[in-house]
């Protein structure tokens, strides 16, 4: 059993647990992180990705519930509270370093198919 918790933290297993339902959820997190100032539709957001809109659809709506983007004006936005936006710098900080990658690959995955181990 690989020692998740010791490599990547506490709060970022709490996060993804939480909120990174797929690694589409993943791509989506680390864009608006990137691009903090970003207002696109979901077509525009399908675009930039390289993904269908029918695949964000669901994604998007679970960040919405998950109060990290906010939807008006069939517009997307990343609206984090300030405690949120810190908690999404440190599952993005995660993603840089190959070993936490590799740790945050293998937990995203196991939330996926929980038969295959991590």
């Known amino acids: 059993m690989y ?3 010791g490599v990547l933290g506490p709060s970022v297993i709490a ?3 939480q ?9 989506i997190l ?5 691009n903090p100032d970003a207002v696109l ?3 525009g957001l399908a675009s930039r990705l390289g993904r269908r809109v029918e695949e ?6 679970a960040l919405v519930e998950g109060r990290i983007l906010a939807v008006a004006g069939g517009l997307i936005r990343y609206k984090p509270s300030s405690a949120m936006r810190e908690t999404v710098s440190a599952f993005v ?3 840089q370093d190959r070993g936490r990658r590799l740790a945050l690959i293998a937990l995203v995955l196991h939330k996926i198919n929980p038969r295959a181990g991590v």
């Open 19 to 27: 909120h990174v339902r797929s690694l589409l959820t993943w791509d």
């Open 41 to 43: 539709d979901i077509e």
């Open 56 to 61: 964000l659809e669901p994604e998007i709506d």
């Open 93 to 95: 900080d995660s993603c």
């Open 3 to 5: 020692d998740l918790e």
């Open 15 to 17: 996060f993804v647990d």
């Open 30 to 34: 680390v864009f608006f992180h990137r």
